[in-house]
């Protein structure tokens, strides 16, 4: 097999990744992909830096032994804590992220240069995506707050209405509901849960706010690295199909969750149950 | 050193156990404590039985390393997936769970025999407290709810107000927003995070209905067990402080967080990180 025509890699904490994969899938149509779910040990987003790079590397071999050609850290907080690791001992195997694209789309976006982040507790504790921009943009004043409830909300489905919008109010009104000449204009969406909480984020920081969704912009990054190394698919019709979905525990309530954020119907025989030696 | 002079094991999923601890320390001021909380693995409550009754035995094996005199299983999900085996493997050692005593201190309380039950996930697909209930009381009608948002709310320290208020109407209205007749008189808190929602709970459901801890029930049943056993330990002063905190992951987390379910300040240095060798 052309080492092209292999399959991306796609690690994520639990379900919230397939928002990612879903981007990735809109955006590369031919490419197959393997998704990997550490259900058994989600959420990252509450762990120490060491527990997440132990798991990361895991999970990476895991998806090596799968032969694929590059892996797609879908997980902000493996992101932010992880992918130094993972790149330092994947090499020469490419290893994107989520931060640094959403970084960069977030300074691209902005006019003001005040750019606001929302993602987890470990994500916005380690200072990832401050960090991240400021490297793009070293004038931009970040604002980040940790919105754990997003990530219950969203996982339970409840992406709408009167209570998602007061949660929404409780953690961003001192950062939006304040003077423009104040507010940020950029608002970077750093956890995979939270696009599909867009609607309701976009009632609560008004019309004139970019919102910045990292799964697309790490599409895009994907999409750059898999041409600038020669691993991009043909568009050869293939009888594979074009994913499969791996999981370390809990198959029915990967589908029934899953299917939220992969926007697609899944059901407990869609998911191999995998294990990580732990 | 008298095996009735050995401290208690208490085991959680995380910090939720430590409502379960006070209970407990409440009860038993002469008693010592050695609480582990499996925070690298946490939350239980979305995870299979096979990976909790896994993740019950490592724990109970570190803390017999401990010289335990007897083991307490706070979290529900365990108790409610993880106590047979926990009992077989361990056996003598007296194993207390919080389901049991839950579902006899509800049967108790009811007059009209239905009983409400909220919990997680887990312990609801399990369908352990019905099971517990009915052999209790044959003819109980059990309603069974899974509350995930509640135990997101809790760790935030979100106990109260309008949004709490919101998200219990939307979980408990069908269920306690009906005519008397058919209304539940008894709601058994059947996690360990409800105890600190315990205002609002109270304020949605009405001043009729009887609510259960299943804390407070299980340190009646601990206490019933030593005296059984003869292992309750006589009230000498020791110079050994009365509590020592385990966690797997995250001492900083594990203090803020924890803080909220014992109802004291703690801080990094008042836990011990531990390895359940995963």
Redesign the interface.
């Known amino acids: 097999m052309n080492k092209s025509d292999r399959a991306i890699g796609v690690f994520d904490s639990g379900v919230g990744g397939l928002t990612v994969l879903r981007a990735l899938r809109a955006r590369l149509p031919d490419e197959l992909f393997v998704y990997l779910g550490d ?4 959420p990252y987003g ?3 830096r060491e ?1 997440i790079e132990r798991y990361a590397l895991q999970a990476a071999s895991l998806l090596i032994k799968q032969e694929v050609k590059c892996l797609v850290v879908a997980c902000n907080t493996a992101s932010a804590m992880a992918l130094d690791v993972l790149r330092r001992e994947l090499a020469p195997l490419p290893v994107i992220g989520v931060v640094e694209p959403g970084a960069e789309a977030g300074c691209r976006a902005s006019r003001s240069g005040r750019i606001a982040v929302i993602a987890t ?1 470990s994500t916005v504790r380690g200072g990832a995506y401050e960090a991240a921009i400021s490297r793009q943009c070293a004038t931009a004043q970040v604002t980040a707050r940790a919105c ?2 997003f ?3 969203a ?2 489905g ?1 992406i709408a209405g ?2 998602v919008e ?2 929404a109010h ?1 953690y961003l009104d001192d950062i939006f509901a304040i003077p423009e000449a104040q507010r940020p204009d950029t608002l970077v969406l750093g956890c995979t849960h939270f696009p599909v909480l867009i609607d309701p984020l976009r009632k609560v920081v008004g019309d004139q706010v970019v919102i910045v969704d990292s799964a697309l912009t790490a599409a895009v990054a994907l999409e750059q690295e898999l041409a600038r190394t020669g691993l991009r698919r043909a568009a050869v019709p293939s009888k594979a199909a074009w994913l499969r979905l791996l999981a370390t ?2 198959r029915e ?1 990967f589908a029934r969750v899953g299917g939220i954020f992969l926007g697609a119907t899944l059901s407990a025989e869609d998911v191999e149950l995998v294990d990580l030696g ?1």
């Open positions: 259900t058994a040990r989600l509450t762990k120490s527990s507790d754990p409830l990530v219950a909300l996982e339970e409840l009167p209570i007061a949660i409780r525990d809990g309530r732990v």
